[in-house]
């Protein structure tokens, strides 16, 4: 039996929006953290419902179907937080329904969150103007792309205002939990994790994924590679920037990643362009371009090198049916 809370907390309302495509582990994780919230508090602390951008049963990324609670979309927002759950391609279910009702939510002052790729709809909602975000890595390039004066950060989630992302997976509990902690009882927050045999939830700055290694120098190098994919600079550019000689860097690059830091800058760059490849209805022109590369046949040529096939290949081999 879990613990419970010497006094009951004030109650909330929250709302999720579930695109398709959406995230199963993340929605179940947010739910089950409520349900869970709930059982600690010893009473209904928390109301939750689901909606779905398509006004139908959405299909997740696992094949599950979610069918929505309500499909009244008017009126005013009585949620104190509401959170959109996406997957691929998010602005392709962006409806004027949802605009609307995140338009409505916005003056109400509720917060607002994205979850995985909801972190996207945010942003062309105009909803992450001046503040920090996080979104699932894969998406990362492809946001910076589109939105390149949002501050986003490789940590899995950021509450910071009235906005809660979460990069998706496990991190979901723990940016609702963070939400609780902030916004409804910190007690309820820590015995809500007890009784999830969660642990202490983690701190928003925990990064997404595990680095390789602890070298100081070759994070900040990998930070600086990947935040100038476009426009590569020169490995002598950023040995300046880290002070550190080029033959040094190379050493440890090496040491480490069996790469010089040329290659592993380049290796950074194809992934972008891959999850670009995959994951976007941009031209192989339009890609390589965004990738780094100087011409679509050196770009073309490093990709077959780097992943086996060309981007033709990838592309048609990994096309995803249209729901």
Not at 214 to 233: F, G, I, K, T
Request: aromatic share 8%; proline share 5%.
């Amino acid at each position: 039996m879990p613990d419970s809370v010497p006094n009951t907390p004030t109650m909330a309302n929250v709302t999720f929006i579930l695109f398709p495509q959406f995230q199963m582990l993340a929605y179940v994780l947010a739910t089950e953290t409520l349900r869970v919230a709930n059982k600690c508090a010893g009473s209904e602390v928390f109301f939750w419902q689901t909606r779905s951008a398509t006004n139908l049963p959405v299909q997740a990324s696992n094949g599950a179907l979610i069918a929505p609670d309500t499909v009244d979309w008017q009126g005013r927002p009585e949620a104190d937080l509401i959170l959109l759950c996406a997957g691929y391609d998010p602005l392709d279910h962006l409806t004027a329904r949802v605009r609307a009702f995140a338009s409505r939510a916005k003056t109400r002052q509720c917060v607002i969150g994205g979850v995985d790729t909801g972190t996207v709809i945010l942003a062309e909602l105009g909803l992450l103007d001046g503040t920090k975000a996080v979104l699932h890595y894969e998406a990362e390039a492809t946001f910076r792309e589109g939105w390149p004066e949002i501050e986003i950060s490789d940590q899995i989630y950021c509450l910071d205002g009235r906005r809660l992302t979460a990069a998706g997976g496990t991190a979901t509990g723990d940016a609702v939990l963070a939400w609780i902690a902030r916004d409804v009882d910190s007690d309820l927050a820590s015995v809500t994790a007890n009784g999830m045999v969660h642990g202490e939830v983690r701190r928003s700055e925990t990064p997404q994924r595990s680095p390789k290694t602890a070298d100081p120098v070759l994070l900040r190098m990998h930070q600086l590679m990947v935040e100038n994919v476009s426009e590569p600079v020169s490995i002598k550019e950023i040995c300046g920037r880290l002070c550190e000689s080029e033959k040094k860097l190379r050493r440890r690059c090496l040491a480490t990643y069996n790469q010089t830091p040329s290659a592993y800058y380049q290796a950074r760059r194809l992934e972008v362009g891959y999850h670009f490849i995959t994951n976007s209805q941009l031209s192989i022109t339009e890609i390589a371009r965004t990738s780094g590369f100087e011409s679509l046949s050196s770009f073309s040529r490093a990709i077959r090198i780097h992943y086996g096939s060309s981007p033709k290949q990838i592309r048609k081999r990994t096309s995803k049916p249209k729901i």
